[in-house]
């Protein structure tokens, strides 16, 4: 038989059911909005962090392109003083100092803004065979700007486009000769370290929310799996047979009503006592519980058996309870029988009480202990519940 | 519960019919209380006796401790089913002699 365990109230269950629910859909919600902010806030970060990158190359690459150029031609008009003669050879030092992976280039421009030397030998600058072009009349107006500001024997930097690519120029004269040197380098060259930057603060980002989803997936798993653990715990943990409800719903009410309100749908229920406990009759109570129990045809082993725990039970709550109030009531559901008892007394669960020592001889033998115990054997279920400043005890006879 | 009691010299045989519970154990306790003096044999007869609880119990351990205390017997008859499984429940079954 049951030892009446402690039935779980509906309320719990729901509560757990629902926290469970809205957990789970917090969880994802939280999980999702995360992933969101974080993409949004490591795309700003990249974005902000490679335009400075850039920025900061290309203001460096033009202060050295523009030094370079200076430099270059002041040796060159060293060199140009002894020969008088206009030489490929510093044109294709400057090239290749401009940029290690060949990609820059420099020329040499006459006063008459036409290209004398040039280490490119095709595109919008190179030296012509025959009568090389006036480049301040060229189509593309930013080469023209340049050859204009060449010619007239000037020095500085300028961003412009050549052959279709962007590119930085930096231009510088060689005084006495009305000649003048410009270096080119293509921006993507320099700006080739920023877009590495770019790409690795990309890859980062992405670990980072990659990480963040691990870590809010397994936070919503561990919630999740303690939810799912303490719902099975409730239910696993309700006496097997009794459904919450029934009996216990009006424990929790307010006020002098002590009655059942509402019980199963198949269960009859009838108030055997309902009052004072100076009011109480035990014989009158016994006799009202049999007739209602042979009314409903319940079978007589089983009659007497009920009579017993409802006599056990009752003359405990009467004697040591120290109630001013008491409620009896008999639910009937085929052959099965449920008695609740509940008083107003001091919160007492007589099924903590110890069980007495049946071994004992007459000499040795206390009588204190028998009562509930032979509830305890005799019922099939013994269910105690401290509710609504109530002491309530549910027995339960299976038919 | 109604008690019939019959003396015959040091026998007593107490007949009992109804419930032995709360409210009625109180009228048996006084016949125990009372009439026991010169008894060196207690017959109870619980032919007619509906059920016994724990109030019962306690009256029936008073009347066979002061039986035996004065080498006496206590001798229980015809307990019913439901009053014998009350017995092995609580050991009442190896303290009384119940025939």
């Known amino acids: 038989m049951s030892k009446g365990k402690r039935a779980v109230p509906a309320w719990l269950l729901g509560i757990s059911v629902a926290a469970l629910i809205v957990g789970a859909v917090a969880s994802v919600a939280c999980l999702y909005s995360v992933n969101r902010i974080m993409e949004e806030k490591g795309r700003k970060l990249t974005d902000a962090v490679t335009r400075n990158t850039e920025q900061m190359l290309e203001i460096m690459a033009r202060e050295r392109l523009l030094e370079l150029t200076v430099s270059r031609a002041e040796d060159f008009e060293e060199k140009l003083g002894a020969e008088a003669e206009p030489c490929l050879y510093p044109v294709n030092e400057i090239a290749e100092e401009v940029s290690a992976s060949g990609q820059g280039y420099a020329f040499l421009l006459d006063d008459a803004g036409r290209v004398l030397i040039s280490s490119r030998t095709e595109g919008e600058i190179f030296v012509c065979q025959e009568e090389a072009a006036d480049l301040r009349g060229s189509g593309n107006e930013e080469l023209a700007y340049l050859a204009e500001c060449m010619a007239a024997g000037g020095s500085g930097t300028q961003k412009l486009t050549l052959d279709g690519r962007d590119a930085f120029a930096a231009y510088a004269p060689l005084k006495g000769s009305g000649w003048s040197l410009a270096a080119v380098m293509p921006v993507d060259v320099v700006r080739a370290p920023a877009v590495e930057v770019e790409k690795q603060l990309k890859m980062l980002t992405e670990r980072e929310v990659r990480l963040q989803a691990v870590i809010f997936r397994d936070m919503l798993l561990f919630w999740t799996l303690t939810l799912a653990g303490t719902l099975v715990f409730c239910i696993a943990g309700a006496p097997a047979g009794e459904k919450p409800g029934g009996f216990r719903k009006h424990a929790g009410k307010a006020g002098k009503n002590m009655g059942i309100e509402k019980s199963n749908d198949a269960e009859k229920v009838k108030g055997i006592f309902r009052g004072s406990i100076e009011a109480v009759d035990m014989s009158q109570i016994l006799e009202s519980m049999e007739g209602y129990l042979k009314e409903e045809k319940i079978a007589e082993e089983n009659r007497t058996r009920i009579l017993v725990a409802v006599d056990e039970i009752f003359s405990n709550v009467c004697k040591y309870s120290g109630a001013g109030e008491a409620a009896i009531h008999c639910g009937i559901s085929g052959q099965r029988v449920r008695v609740l008892f509940e008083d107003d007394g001091v919160p007492y669960n007589p099924l903590l009480q110890p069980e007495p020592d049946v071994a004992l001889e007459a000499q040795e033998r206390q009588i204190g202990g028998l009562g509930i115990h032979i509830v305890k054997k005799t019922m099939d279920q013994v269910i105690y519940e401290y509710a609504g400043g109530r002491n309530c005890l549910t027995i339960i006879k299976e038919g | ?99």
């Open chain 2, 1 to 99: 519960m109604k008690i019939t009691s019959e003396r015959e010299g040091d026998c007593l045989t107490l007949k009992l019919s109804g419930r032995l519970d709360t409210s009625t154990a109180p009228s048996l306790k006084e016949v125990v209380d009372n009439e026991l003096e010169d008894v060196q044999d207690l017959q109870i007869d619980m032919e007619q006796l509906e059920y016994v609880s724990s109030a019962g119990l306690r009256v029936l351990l008073i009347a066979t401790k002061r039986m035996k205390a004065k080498d006496g017997t206590m001798v229980i008859h015809k307990a019913n089913e439901g009053i014998m499984e009350v017995f092995k429940i609580t050991g009442f079954i190896d303290i009384l002699d119940v025939k």
